[in-house]
C-alpha cells in the first residue's frame, strides 16, 4: 500500500516544487493584482501572468522544447515541440511584435504631429532616456551585476515606454533576459501615471504648467496619407533593421486614413491585435521561469527600467523648455513628458497635469504629437541597436 502511495506521489508534481517556484507564485500574484484590482495594462499582465504560472508549475510535456537561457529553441527527442514552443516562435520568428504595430498604426491619429512638427523633437528627446539607461547598464559591473552590450541595448529600450519594441530587440539581442525586461517594459508603462507625475512637477513651475498652446490646425486627408508613406520610407532607408515595425505600423495608419479599406481597419484594430496579444502575453510569461527569473540581473534591469522611464520623461520636459527660449509660440513642458511611446497614457497624464494647473486648459491633443513621435522614436532606437549589436 506504501508503495503504491509512493508510486502515485512521484507521478505527480509536488516532489518538483522548488523555492523558485513558490516565490514566482508570489510574483504572478503581484502581477494579477496589478492588472484586475488596479487595471494596470491588463490586457497585458494577465496573460503574461497566467505564462509565468504555467512556466513555474511542474507540467508535463506542455513547455518542453524550449531552452530559453541556452539562446537556442531546441526540439524534443521526436523532432517536435510542445504546445508552447509553437506559440513561442511568434516571438522568436518576429511576428508577435509587428502584428502589434500593424494594430497600434491603425489606432494612431498621426494629425497632431503632422500639425505641430516640433514635436518630433521632443518624441526624439526622450530617447536621451534610452540611450542614457544603456550607458548605465553597461557600468552596472561595477555593483556587481554585469551585462553585454548587446544586453544593455535590449534593456535600455524599456525607457521608450514601448512593450512589442522591447521584446522585438530582446528576442534578438537577449532572448534570456526577455521576461524580465517584458514585465519590466509594461508593469512600467502600467505605473506612468504614478512615475510621472513627480518628475514633470519637479522640472517645471507653476506658471509654465499653465501654458496654454495654440489650437492645432485641421490635417488633411491627403497630408496624413502622404505622411504615411513617405516617414514609413525615411525611417526604412535610414535604419533597414526597423523595416518590419515601421512598416507595419505606417501600413496599419494607412488602413485606417484611407477610408477605403475599412474592414482591414476594424480588424486591425479589434480581432487582429486582440488575438496577437493574448500569443505573445502568454509566450513572454512561459520565459519567466523562476531558475532563470531570479537573478541579480533581474534586479539589476528592475532598478534600470524605472531609471529609464525617470530619464526619458526628464528628457522630453527639458527639450519643451528648450524650445521655449528659441520659439515664439510657447510649449507647454507638460506635453514633453508624453515623448515616451506609451500611447495614449502618457498623453493623459499630460492633460491631467496641466489641468491641475488650470483647469481650462486642454493639452491632450498637442500631447499626442510627442506621444506618437516617440513610437517611432523608439523603433528607430531599437533599430540601430539592432545593426550595431546584433
Known amino acids: 500500500m506504501l508503495e503504491l502511495l509512493h508510486h502515485l506521489y512521484d507521478n505527480t508534481g509536488f516532489g518538483h516544487i522548488g523555492w523558485q517556484m513558490l516565490v514566482m507564485w508570489l510574483v504572478v500574484a503581484v502581477l494579477l493584482y496589478l492588472a484586475v484590482h488596479k487595471k494596470f495594462e491588463p490586457l497585458l499582465l494577465v496573460p503574461i501572468a497566467f505564462g509565468a504560472l504555467l512556466a513555474n508549475l ?12 541556452g539562446h537556442q529553441n531546441a526540439y524534443k527527442e521526436d523532432g517536435t515541440g510542445g504546445l508552447f514552443y509553437y506559440f513561442y516562435q511568434g516571438i522568436h520568428l518576429e511576428l508577435f511584435p509587428p502584428i502589434i504595430f500593424l494594430g497600434v498604426g491603425a489606432l494612431t491619429d498621426f494629425g497632431p504631429l503632422i500639425a505641430n512638427p516640433k514635436t518630433f523633437l521632443l518624441g526624439a528627446a526622450a530617447q536621451f532616456g534610452v540611450f542614457g539607461v544603456f550607458i548605465a547598464a553597461a557600468y552596472m559591473k561595477y555593483v556587481g551585476i554585469e551585462f553585454s552590450l548587446a544586453e544593455a541595448s535590449a534593456i535600455s529600450i524599456i525607457g521608450g515606454a514601448d512593450g512589442p519594441t522591447s521584446i522585438f530587440l530582446a528576442n534578438n539581442l537577449a532572448p534570456h533576459l526577455m521576461g524580465a525586461i517584458a514585465v519590466s517594459a509594461y508593469s512600467y508603462m502600467a505605473l506612468v501615471p504614478v512615475l510621472q507625475p513627480p518628475i514633470m512637477r519637479a522640472l517645471t513651475n507653476v506658471e509654465e504648467r499653465k501654458i496654454r498652446m495654440q489650437s492645432l490646425r485641421q490635417v488633411s486627408k491627403l497630408e496624413k496619407l502622404i505622411f504615411a508613406v513617405v516617414i514609413m520610407m525615411v525611417c526604412i532607408i535610414l535604419v533597414p533593421a526597423a523595416s518590419p515595425l515601421m512598416f507595419m505600423l505606417f501600413l ?11 474592414r482591414l ?14 500569443f505573445l502575453g502568454v509566450s513572454v510569461g512561459i ?10 540581473q533581474t534586479l539589476g534591469i528592475l532598478t534600470l527600467g524605472v531609471l529609464a522611464f525617470a530619464l526619458a520623461t526628464a ?11 528659441v520659439s515664439k509660440n510657447k510649449v507647454n513642458p507638460l506635453i514633453g513628458s508624453a515623448g515616451v511611446s506609451a500611447v495614449p497614457m502618457a498623453a493623459r497624464v499630460s492633460q491631467v497635469e496641466g489641468q491641475k494647473a488650470d483647469p481650462g486648459n486642454f493639452l491632450l491633443m498637442h500631447a499626442m504629437g510627442p506621444n506618437v513621435a516617440g513610437v517611432i522614436g523608439t523603433a528607430l532606437v531599437a533599430g540601430f541597436f539592432l545593426t550595431v549589436f546584433a
Open 265 to 278: 481597419s476594424k480588424s486591425a484594430q479589434n480581432e487582429i491585435i486582440n488575438i496577437v496579444t493574448v
Open 58 to 69: 511542474p507540467t508535463a510535456g506542455i513547455v518542453e522544447g524550449m531552452e530559453f537561457a
Open 287 to 296: 520565459t519567466m521561469n523562476g531558475q532563470y527569473f531570479l537573478t541579480p
Open 252 to 262: 496599419g495608419n494607412f488602413f485606417k486614413e484611407c477610408g477605403v479599406v475599412d
Open 315 to 325: 528628457s522630453g520636459v527639458w527639450m519643451a523648455k528648450l524650445l521655449n527660449l
